[in-house]
């Protein structure tokens, strides 16, 4: 991995990571990576410390990295430092019958948050699915969408008690597979063998025809919340 040098704390900047922190982290990285990253020293001035943290991690997780691995976490860290939280909110899926579509997704057991026609031509219905911090919404005057094109994920800790709340609520649910989700050819029945986290899946649809992937997850990727 070549010589290792002791990087200059002040190089990066004081704040969120101690002194110690800072002191810790660098001696770790060889010659090549501190290089990298004191590149950007004189430069970079706001979330300096939060791109350090990200490649010592790196570093800590695998000392055996490549300055590849270290430059790409590095970029990641600098760009999360400077960018605004973005949550996603609302998917708005396309349907025929409004009131059809209601009485589906009331029937899947997520909460009704509004049911509104603020304007001739214009309705909108918000639901949550149980857990989720994104709600879907339908009505009418929303979208120029084809009723039944949309596609969407839900995550869910236990496949099989999420297929069984689905048969018992009356949803004509797709058996349990595993393997990827597409193309279908390549699915295997059955819940995945060793319960892999995103290994796992069912689906369903609505009236219309708009289809939600359901995926177990039991353990997030890094970088994941």
């Known amino acids: ?134 709600s879907v919404t339908f009505g009418l005057g929303l979208t120029m969408a084809a009723p039944g094109s949309a596609e969407g994920g839900l995550t869910v800790s236990d496949i099989v008690a999420a297929h069984d709340e689905l048969a018992g609520r009356g949803i004509d649910a797709s058996e349990i597979w595993h393997g990827p989700p597409f193309p279908v050819e390549a699915r295997q029945p059955g819940p995945d063998p060793e319960r892999t986290s995103y290994g796992s899946f069912c689906s369903f649809t609505d009236p219309d025809g708009n289809t939600w992937l359901v995926q177990e997850v039991t353990a997030r990727l890094p970088g994941r919340v």
């Open 1 to 134: 991995m070549g010589a290792h040098i002791r990087v200059i704390p002040e190089w990066f900047g004081g704040g969120a990571l101690s002194r110690k922190d800072l002191h810790e982290a660098a001696e770790e990285l060889t010659a090549g990576q501190a290089a990298l990253i004191a590149v950007g020293g004189p430069t970079i001035g706001k979330g300096l410390d939060k791109a350090l943290a990200g490649a010592a991690k790196v570093v800590k997780r695998a000392v055996e990295a490549t300055t590849g691995e270290i430059t790409s976490e590095l970029q990641e860290a600098l760009k999360e430092a400077d960018m605004v939280d973005m949550h996603l909110e609302v998917d708005i899926i396309p349907v025929s019958d409004v009131d059809r579509a209601k009485e589906f997704y009331q029937r899947l057991g997520w909460r009704l948050d509004q049911d509104v026609a603020p304007l001739d031509g214009l309705r909108i219905v918000q639901f949550t699915p149980p857990g989720s911090a994104a």
